[in-house]
C-alpha cells in the first residue's frame, strides 16, 4: 500500500488549497479515510476524517466550516479542500487510511490508522 500526498503549498491567509492523496496497492473502497497535520514543535493532530463509503464525515473544531474532505474511489484518492486558510494551518499533512469498521466508520486517532502517506507541506503567511 502506498499513499502520497502532494498539493501543498506556500500561500498567504485567506488563499485557498487542495490537497490530493493518491493510493495504490489496496482496493480503496475497503479503507476509511483522514487527514492529519503536524506543525514545528508539536504533536500530530487530527483534522479531517471519512467513512469508507463517503457518506460519513468529522472535522477537528479548527477547520470546521473552512476545510473539506472528499474521495474519488473510482480514481482511488482522497482530497482536503482547504478555504480561509490561516497561519495557523500552517503544517505538515498527512493522509492516512485503515482498513476496519463499518461502511460509516472513521477515526480520529493516528494509532487507528495502518498506512500514511509522506506529507505535504502548507505554509500560510499573514
Known amino acids: 500500500v502506498q499513499l502520497q500526498a502532494f498539493g501543498g503549498g506556500l500561500v498567504q491567509a485567506g488563499d485557498f488549497l487542495r490537497l490530493s492523496c493518491a493510493a495504490s496497492g489496496l482496493t480503496f473502497t475497503n479503507y476509511a479515510m483522514g487527514w492529519f497535520r503536524q506543525a514545528p514543535g508539536k504533536e500530530r493532530e487530527f483534522v479531517a476524517a471519512?467513512?469508507?463509503?463517503?457518506?460519513?464525515?468529522y472535522y477537528a473544531d479548527s477547520v470546521k466550516g473552512r476545510f473539506t474532505i472528499s474521495r474519488d474511489n473510482a480514481m482511488n484518492t482522497a482530497f482536503l479542500q482547504m478555504n480561509s486558510l490561516k497561519p495557523e494551518d500552517t503544517a505538515v499533512y498527512y493522509c492516512a487510511v485503515v482498513r476496519r469498521g463499518g461502511v460509516g466508520s472513521y477515526y480520529v486517532d493516528t494509532f487507528s490508522y495502518n498506512y500514511w502517506g509522506q506529507g505535504t507541506q502548507v505554509t500560510v503567511s499573514s
Open positions: 471519512m467513512s469508507r463509503s463517503g457518506g460519513v464525515t
